[in-house]
T-cell receptor, first 110, second 114 residues
Framework: QQPVQSPQAVILREGEDAVINCSSSKALYSVHWYRQKHGEAPVFLMILLKGGEQKGHDKISASFNEKKQQSSLYLTASQLSYSGTYFCGTELRGGNQFYFGTGTSLTVIP | GAGVSQSPRYKVAKRGQDVALRCDPISGHVSLFWYQQALGQGPEFLTYFQNEAQLDKSGLPSDRFFAERPEGSVSTLKIQRTQQEDSAVYLC????????????FGSGTRLTVV
């Protein structure tokens, strides 16, 4: 039931773009995205509640394909501050259950 | 308070010792969650409170783990007879209500059992 994220790790140069995918084997009600820097707690980025919904702030956005049970996080023109581990979190449809994904380590270098 | 506060920040326990971890959620947040995060892994669900009611404790790994939130605000996670496999970061999070709002996490308690 834990969603699978891909890629597991990615290294970018400043200004490059990245996409992180989150895929679940179960029907989803909502998807959350979090970023965790080393030694710190996860920080909430955004939540997507409806299939097809897209959200974003600054240069980070996300989409939710309810039919495919997938979500993607888009980071454009990456900055050094984007480095960290990104987790999706999925609330399952039909049950009060929430699971964090396997994580994607993103490193932005100058 | 302004954020979720956890204490202690670090705890070293000898195997077999009992420990108590405290979480003080954001004022007015009715939902409180405990997660366990092993090194390099995502957070894993332990238990969930709505006010003082423990609605889900399915993630607690054994009967050595116990959580309470007697007055619907501060919560305590207690681990009895700690074992080495209990070593992890324990994260507390709160929301305005359930999973429909993003979690605000505390800084966590890093527990090391020696």
């Amino acid at each position: 039931q834990q969603p699978v994220q891909s890629p597991q790790a990615v290294i970018l140069r400043e200004g490059e773009d990245a996409v992180i995918n989150c895929s679940s084997s179960k029907a989803l009600y909502s998807v959350h995205w979090y970023r965790q820097k080393h030694g710190e707690a996860p920080v909430f980025l955004m939540i997507l509640l409806k299939g097809g919904e897209q959200k974003g702030h600054d240069k980070i956005s996300a989409s939710f394909n309810e039919k495919k049970q997938q979500s993607s996080l888009y980071l454009t023109a990456s900055q050094l501050s984007y480095s960290g581990t990104y987790f999706c979190g999925t609330e399952l449809r039909g049950g009060n259950q929430f699971y964090f994904g396997t994580g994607t380590s993103l490193t932005v270098i100058p | 308070g302004a954020g979720v506060s956890q204490s202690p920040r670090y705890k070293v326990a000898k195997r077999g010792q009992d420990v108590a971890l405290r979480c003080d959620p954001i004022s007015g947040h009715v939902s409180l969650f405990w997660y366990q995060q092993a090194l390099g892994q995502g957070p894993e669900f332990l238990t969930y409170f709505q006010n003082e009611a423990q609605l889900d404790k399915s993630g607690l790994p054994s009967d050595r783990f116990f959580a309470e939130r007697p007055e619907g605000s501060v919560s305590t996670l207690k681990i009895q007879r700690t074992q080495q496999e209990d070593s992890a970061v324990y994260l507390c999070a709160s929301t305005k209500g359930g999973y429909k709002f993003g979690y605000t996490f505390g800084s966590g308690t890093r527990l090391t059992v020696v």
